[in-house]
């Protein structure tokens, strides 16, 4: 039976300060006190999965099994359709023990050029995958995943956004994730789409 969230306070199980400003847009007038895991010193989990939903699930259940509180995970990445979905789960690995995106950027696009002779001929279709869980300290949890499509460019554009936006342009639009406005991305992004669908089933007032 899907659980609503009724308690005061909420741990973001992120140390990634940019997810932490997106979700504290999401959450809104939603009368809740945020901490996150970095605040309560809490170790960042080992993610073993292969799969979005199998990482968030370990990164949500850790914070709220060491903290005693409700914790919010997400578990989110980069799928090259032409590199066969990669980078995938793996994004966050990509950049490396320092989490500079410009090597993993420079990968993907290296990668498809190697795959396909060029970028100009790859398949530069990709998808931002974002998965949520929300879990409770008694084991109980709430999961929800969405994504946007796009294109990939050969070059990073934008100073916005973190990650792997400054080389995704989502359909639709001519601006990377990076060269956009923090609420105009965040009215596109993945993340925001599988928040609406939490916020839905857990936080919306009866």
Request: net charge neutral; proline share 7%.
């Amino acid at each position: 039976m899907t659980r609503r969230f009724t308690e005061p306070r909420l741990v973001v199980a992120t140390h990634n300060k940019g997810k932490l400003a997106e979700l504290r847009a999401l959450l809104g007038s939603h009368p809740v006190e945020l901490v996150t895991a970095g605040e309560l010193g809490l170790p960042e989990p080992d993610e073993t999965e292969t799969t979005f939903v199998g990482n968030a699930r370990i990164k949500a259940h850790a914070a709220a099994k060491a903290s005693g509180l409700p914790a919010l995970a997400d578990d989110s990445g980069i799928a090259c359709n032409g590199l066969d979905g990669a980078p995938g789960v793996y994004s966050a690995n990509w950049a490396g023990p320092g989490k500079d995106f410009r090597p993993a950027m420079a990968r993907v696009v290296g990668e498809l050029v190697q795959r396909f002779g060029s970028f100009e001929a790859a398949d530069r279709s990709a998808a931002f995958v974002s998965c949520l869980c929300l879990a409770w300290p008694d084991g109980h949890d709430e999961v929800v995943e969405a994504k946007v499509t796009g294109m990939l460019v050969p070059q990073p554009r934008g100073s916005h956004g973190f990650g792997y936006d400054p080389i995704f342009v989502p359909d639709g639009q001519v601006q990377t994730f990076a060269e956009m406005a923090p609420a105009t991305k965040n009215a596109l992004s993945h993340r925001t789409r599988a928040f609406a669908l939490l916020k839905e089933r857990c936080f919306n007032q009866t």
